[in-house]
């Protein structure tokens, strides 16, 4: 299993970015996708979430109206377009996956993806 985030660099606030996660190894429709990030000295803050069919979306209030989460499952790839990014949001991004069957739950993570919002 594998998931490897890409797309993250320096970008000036108010600019944006495109964070791709290119998963393998799992069935990458069945599962729900997540993007967490954590910015430097602080704890894993959720990001956004999409059901495996992506019609279900989700969004923490910070990044609402700002962010989009999407997927493209015949890529078996999750993105997240990044708008007006602030400098409290320089983070690094992780890509999540989860499913639960039953009474198991699998979840996977990549390594991240560095975003820095700076002048």
């Known amino acids: 299993v594998q998931l490897v985030e890409s797309g993250g660099g320096l970008v000036q606030p108010g600019g944006s970015l495109r964070l791709s996660c290119a998963a393998s190894?799992?069935?990458?429709?069945?599962?729900?996708m997540s993007w967490v990030r954590q910015a430097p000295g602080k704890g894993l803050e959720w990001v956004s979430d999409?059901?495996?069919?992506?019609?279900?979306?989700r969004y923490g209030d910070s990044v609402k109206g700002r962010f989009t989460i999407s997927r493209d499952n015949t890529k078996n790839t999750l993105y997240l377009q990044m708008n007006s990014l602030k400098p409290e949001e320089t983070a690094v991004y992780y890509c999540h996956a989860g499913v639960t069957e039953g009474i198991l739950t699998y979840e996977y993570w990549g390594q991240g993806t560095q975003v820095t919002v700076s002048s």
């Open positions: 999409i059901a495996g069919d992506g019609g279900d979306t």
């Open positions: 190894g799992f069935t990458f429709s069945n599962y729900y």
